[in-house]
């Protein structure tokens, strides 16, 4: 009896490690279809965060140039792109930075069950306006 309860647990865990946006991504331009770097999302006292662990272009040494306040100028690679990133309903809400822009967008993000290794990162500006990347799990 053990045993079947041990691996009903290990099945319906899995299932929700797979439904997580915590792990490590590629993230992929959605202009320009480029592999850009990878991204760890990992969680923090409740709140999830995010930040660059490889860069997959020909800077690996860039700088957050057009950032402000105490990212500016600051490495991209550890960088915190993604932070205070919540679970509401069935998506995930929190803040995204673009390194490149310097911009910080509104971010939802999302798993479809049919794609589990796929998160769907959509940044909305203030105006309404938005796009949307597809990251891989890794």
């Given at each position: 009896?053990?045993?079947?309860?041990l691996?009903?647990?290990?099945?319906?865990?899995?299932?929700?490690?797979?439904?997580?946006?915590?792990?490590?991504?590629?993230?992929?331009?959605?202009?320009?279809?480029?592999?850009?770097?990878?991204?760890?999302?990992?969680?923090?006292?409740?709140?999830?965060?995010?930040?660059?662990?490889?860069?997959?272009?020909?800077?690996?040494?860039?700088l957050c140039?057009?950032?402000k306040?105490?990212?500016?100028?600051?490495?991209?690679?550890?960088?915190?792109i993604?932070?205070?990133?919540?679970?509401?309903?069935?998506?995930?809400?929190?803040?995204?930075?673009?390194p490149?822009?310097?911009a910080?967008?509104?971010?939802?993000?999302?798993?479809e069950?049919?794609?589990?290794?796929?998160?769907?990162?959509?940044?909305?500006?203030?105006?309404?306006l938005?796009?949307?990347?597809?990251?891989?799990?890794?």
């Amino acid at each position: 009896m053990r045993l079947i309860a041990l691996c009903v647990a290990a099945l319906f865990g899995g299932s929700l490690i797979a439904q997580s946006p915590l792990g490590q991504w590629k993230t992929t331009d959605d202009e320009t279809g480029e592999d850009k770097s990878w991204v760890e999302i990992y969680e923090e006292n409740g709140v999830m965060y995010g930040k660059v662990t490889k860069i997959l272009t020909d800077r690996p040494d860039a700088l957050c140039e057009k950032c402000k306040g105490d990212k500016y100028n600051q490495p991209v690679l550890g960088l915190i792109i993604i932070e205070d990133l919540k679970k509401s309903g069935a998506v995930w809400k929190g803040k995204i930075l673009d390194p490149e822009k310097g911009a910080e967008y509104r971010l939802v993000s999302w798993i479809e069950s049919e794609e589990p290794d796929v998160l769907y990162i959509r940044g909305k500006h203030w105006t309404g306006l938005y796009r949307t990347q597809t990251w891989n799990r890794l």
